[in-house]
């Protein structure tokens, strides 16, 4: 029996600059592959994309997890509550 069930996607943004990368982006991309998630990695690479991230989610930091992992912003809190409850 094969499975019918669509692919699970998550698009995760994380900041990616010359000077840092941020370990939790790094976490939450390796879960969620993990998991089972083809996962659409976007890069934040400057303050600015940062900053028009922030602005444009209407949130104050890149912490931001989604439950449907569409809109996803790596964090600790994603990474710890995914893998200690339930998938994404």
């Given at each position: 029996?094969?499975?019918?069930?669509?692919?699970?996607?998550?698009?995760?943004?994380?900041?990616?600059?010359?000077?840092?990368?941020?370990?939790?982006?790094?976490?939450?991309?390796?879960?969620?592959?993990?998991?089972?998630?083809?996962?659409?990695?976007?890069?934040?690479?400057?303050?600015?994309a940062t900053d028009a991230f922030k602005?444009?989610?209407?949130?104050?930091?890149?912490?931001?997890?989604?439950?449907?992992?569409?809109?996803?912003?790596?964090?600790?809190?994603?990474?710890?509550?995914?893998?200690?409850?339930?998938?994404?």
């Amino acid at each position: 029996m094969t499975s019918t069930a669509a692919p699970r996607q998550a698009t995760l943004y994380r900041m990616v600059m010359d000077q840092h990368t941020c370990p939790y982006g790094l976490k939450a991309k390796d879960l969620l592959r993990r998991q089972g998630f083809t996962v659409e990695d976007k890069w934040l690479t400057s303050r600015e994309a940062t900053d028009a991230f922030k602005a444009e989610h209407g949130v104050k930091t890149t912490r931001k997890r989604s439950s449907t992992a569409r809109a996803l912003a790596a964090t600790t809190t994603c990474a710890a509550t995914s893998a200690s409850r339930s998938p994404i």
